[in-house]
């Protein structure tokens, strides 16, 4: 009997062991693994820069003239060259269809696909609407069509190539599965970055002529913005500023948050009611004016950069966990300190340091602010600060009801594209940081002549190092800083993308 009950008393000891890590998972939770009791990425970290941002909200920073601020660019001298077809008509026949899958998200895809009517250009064939992967961060498996206006995309450019919604049945074979599961010789995985048009002639033509296919892939990035016809360049410009518009539903979207940003209810509040009440209230007040601040802070920039941001050892032992974890080592920037990395400027701009920007820049409590951002590291925490000196800024959430925002949730090609409308519909874009997103708005705005705000990056570094600076020091710094950084046209060199620099390639001289 003793025996009986002593062995049930070891296997009940034994079970509570076994169990105790899941009742209290902290006690046994390696400090690596940055577990809540240690560190939590959603706790704020105290402000980094508490002096100048002190001097913001006890109302120091009114140096800077507000009508300057909202002044429209003025006439460059630079204008959208008419991108009207280069020839009358189509060949007759075409060499084959060209399929592409694009990887990335909305903005690198969009790239890409401006990128394959060209190649379709050069190699006389007919453009299969383009395959848009899955991201693996975002998980995103939106088509084309869920987010462009296919019908829209296919007459503009009616003139330029031949275009297909989907395979005829005779080519219903040439799926991402069926180059997913052997080596296949119509498919092209070969391309180098920034091909020339000579290397697809070389290349790909063949493949076309043997098989009347060819499918490309990988395709982001690989074909090249030098020595190519004009024709070709301008026909890549058509396609971005003029061809590729967004479905219907997003554009409607994007109208109503643009029309509630301009024409806020008079007590300034959002509540339900109003979110169901009809829009388009320009008879009862003046338009007014705002601004979209896009925010690229998520986890993997934060951890990719090796920035140190205000977290304490925790947070940084936690994000270079996280960084060996995606990237094996293989990010240049872990090489440096946190110093050298913000003296060269690439270190991304916190919630908080971009909101002293703004600040200094003449914006104030009264601005109306559109976040355009899809996750921020930290959270609501993290972005407290900017909040706090912004108070009248808006999001897709806070402007539009949850049925609004139905065909969009959990979408994040929609949720960016969102962004996207919203953002060239505002007075002023700023991105606190470059990306595919920042690159092609700034190339978006300029062909449209819109006031775009650059962070000077290196400027802002160094600044941000000096913890003894004042405010009149640092906003003067600032604005100075600042002044050709506006939207002021910048001419493409040589290998840069005439996506992000437009002109001369797809502006003329007026």
Known sequence: MFYYQSRRGGALAGLFFLLLPVFLPSLFSPLGHASP??????NAPKPRHSRLLKSVLQGQSSNVEQSDLWTPLANQGWKACELSASTPGLPQETQGYIQVFLDGGLNQQRMGICDAVAVAKILNATLVIPHLEVNPVWRDSSSFMDIFDVDHFI???KDDISIVRELPYDFSWSTREYYATAIRATRIKTAPVHASAKWYLDNVLPVLESYGIAAIAP????????NLPMDVQRLRCKVNFQALVFVPHVRALGDALVSRLRYPKKNGAFGTEYLQEVT????????????VLHLRFDKDMAAHSACDFGGGKAEKLALAKYRQTIW?????????TDEELRNQGRCPLT????GLLLAALGFDNTTRLYLASHKVYGGAARISTLRE?????EDKKSLASSDERAQIKGKASLLAAVDY???????????ASPGNMHNALVGHRTYENLKTIRPNMALLGQLFLNKSIGWSEFQQAVVEGHENRQGQIRLRKSEQSLYTYPAPDCMCNA
């Open 328 to 336: 094996q080592g293989r990010v240049l920037n872990s090489q440096f």
């Open 389 to 393: 000196l912004f108070p009248l800024m």
């Open 421 to 431: 409308y919203v953002s060239m519909h505002s007075d002023i874009f700023i991105s």
């Open 280 to 291: 388009d209230v320009k008879g009862e007040q003046e338009a007014g004016k705002f601004a």
């Open 37 to 42: 009791s240690v560190f939590s990425e959603w």
């Open 351 to 354: 919630p908080e340091e971009i």
């Open 219 to 226: 395709f982001s990035h690989r074909l090249a913005f030098n």
């Open 155 to 157: 007459n503009v450019l």
